[in-house]
């Protein structure tokens, strides 16, 4: 029997750690993901886990640390968010070229500078090409539910990719919400007692090399399976959600369309935006505006073909970037969608809004505004900084 | 003509292989310096051969009896740690 309580996003994440029961974590703290860790860090002195936590120097130690666990056969997580997760870039890719299934929770903050601790995607999207998979959170249970899901996903033979999923920085990390928790048991069963290696390092009767210099002859040959496990892990991350959908009553896809259906006005978001976008979506269709929402869940491996499909009815689409990628085309979610329907003969219009840098409030009038401007989209700009002072 | 190589549908995944691939792998022609060993100063301490990363030192019966220049890459932790007095029994002389 599950039960409802009220938790932080940060606690929920902890909460399914604690039932995961990870071999070990390797986690350096930082704003705002200190808390996961260090809830963790209490149940692991609790006693509560058999989890091996190893307390590093840095974030780049804490990956190195997962890394090599991970190669040991072992179950790994750690949390982290910002220049945390930067300084864990020289790893990421490693650990995807590894094929190792590290689950790690991202906490959304702005990357510096100026020096910031609230939330944007920065952090995150300058991770979008390590060949992780990359799931939002739109409030603390979807983070509860994908942390549980991500492991079975990541483990999953046709997989075996290491997974972040994220939350937005104190919008839902120190948010208290209500959320269903799953019994202890149901997890287990769920993802399974304990992780199937294929080989350990600490296997000294099958001794393996790992992480070998790989040059012109063989270095792109290990890189294309990355990007193959990365296009079948779609049909493993909806396996994994229609089982979980089954088991525990909460339905999750690739994407989340909210009244999409004859939608002729069409914002795409990420994260806990999305909530705030569903409210301004039913005024509107209470003064008959046909508006609907598409929220994206997995941004990586990004479901192209799932978003083109959603879209394709509507005339105007505002995709809401919560980072720039400087490129003076827009944000990365935009650009994306955009070159996911160059081949469509018939195409809606399409503008970008970044907003929400650093923390910087998206409130109602701020998304009323964007609905607004898809009703009059001849006259936009493909790209606008929402909420900024000039 | 040499085998084709495997496609990446074939490789192992993530290049986790059988270990002990660093011994077919001639890493000896990366070195601008090499270690040079003076077998009469040598008091066979083995400091070279617990230091070197590579395995380069080749010893026999407790004993140090030469470098193996097909993997020395020329670091010089055996010079840096070798600890003959006045001269040591290991020096780095340039690669011609």
């Known amino acids: 029997m599950s039960k409802i309580i ?61 890394v090599g666990a991970s190669v040991a056969g072992a179950r ?27 689950v790690m929770c991202d906490v959304n903050r702005a990357l510096s500078g100026p020096i910031n601790i609230h939330c944007d995607h920065s952090d995150t999207m300058a991770a979008r090409d390590f060949g992780w998979i990359q799931i939002f959170s739109e409030n603390s249970q979807e983070a ?4 549980i899901q991500a492991i079975r996903i990541a483990e999953d033979p046709r997989v075996h990719l ?17 959320i269903e928790i799953l019994e202890d048991k149901e997890v287990k069963d769920f993802i399974g007692q304990e992780r199937k290696a294929k080989t350990s390092l600490l296997d000294i009767n099958n001794p393996v090399s790992v992480g070998l210099l790989d040059l012109q002859d ?11 496990a990365m296009k079948d892990s779609k049909k493993v991350i909806l396996e994994v959600a229609e089982e979980f959908g089954r088991k525990f009553g909460r339905k999750y896809g690739l994407l989340e369309g909210y009244k999409l259906e004859d939608a002729e006005f069409v914002a795409v978001a990420l994260g806990s935006t999305c909530g705030t976008a569903k409210v301004v979506v039913d005024e509107l269709r209470g003064k008959g505006v046909k508006a609907g929402l598409l929220k994206i869940r997995v941004f990586r491996p990004f ?35 955009r070159s996911a329907m160059y081949e469509l003969s018939s195409k809606p219009k399409m503008i970008n809004f970044i907003y929400g840098l650093g923390g910087r409030e998206i409130d109602l009038p701020q998304i009323r505004s964007v609905y607004s401007a898809l009703q009059a989209v001849d006259k936009q700009p493909l790209v606008q900084y929402l909420g900024v002072r000039e | 003509m040499s085998e084709p190589k495997p496609g990446w549908k074939t490789l192992p ?21 090499r270690p040079l060993w003076f077998p009469e100063r040598c008091i066979h301490c083995l400091f070279c051969w617990i230091s070197c990363p590579d395995s380069s ?37 340039p690669e011609r």
Request: hydrophobic share 40%; aromatic share 6%.
């Open chain 1, 144 to 147: 509860y539910d994908s942390l």
């Open chain 2, 57 to 93: 030192i080749l010893v026999k019966d407790q004993k140090m009896t030469g470098i193996d220049y097909d993997h020395c890459k020329g670091c010089g932790i055996c010079v840096k740690e070798c600890p003959v007095k006045p001269d040591k029994a290991l020096e780095m002389r």
């Open chain 1, 162 to 178: 290491p997974a972040m999923v994220t939350t937005d920085g104190f919008i839902i990390s120190h948010c208290m919400d209500k």
């Open chain 1, 76 to 102: 790994v997580m750690t949390g982290t968010s910002s220049q945390g997760l930067a300084l864990m870039y020289e790893i990421l890719p490693i650990a995807a070229a590894l094929r190792l299934p590290i």
């Open chain 1, 218 to 228: 063989y270095y792109f040959e290990h890189r294309v399976p990355v990007a193959q």
């Open chain 1, 303 to 337: 479901p192209a073909e799932e978003i083109v499909a959603a879209l394709t009815k509507a005339k105007a689409v505002a995709v809401l970037d919560r980072s720039d990628s400087w490129s003076s085309q827009g944000g990365q979610v935009s650009t994306e969608i």
């Open chain 1, 6 to 66: 009220a938790r932080t996003g940060n606690e929920a994440m902890a909460e399914a750690m604690r039932q995961i029961n990870p071999d070990v974590v390797a986690a350096y703290p930082i704003t705002p993901a200190t808390e996961i860790v260090m809830i963790f860090a209490k149940y692991v002195a609790d006693g509560l886990v058999d989890t091996n936590y190893i307390a590093v120097e840095s974030e780049h130690s804490a990956m190195s640390a997962c």
């Open chain 2, 13 to 33: 995944e993530g290049d986790v292989v059988q270990a002990g691939t660093a011994e077919g792998f001639k890493t000896g022609d990366w070195r601008s310096e």
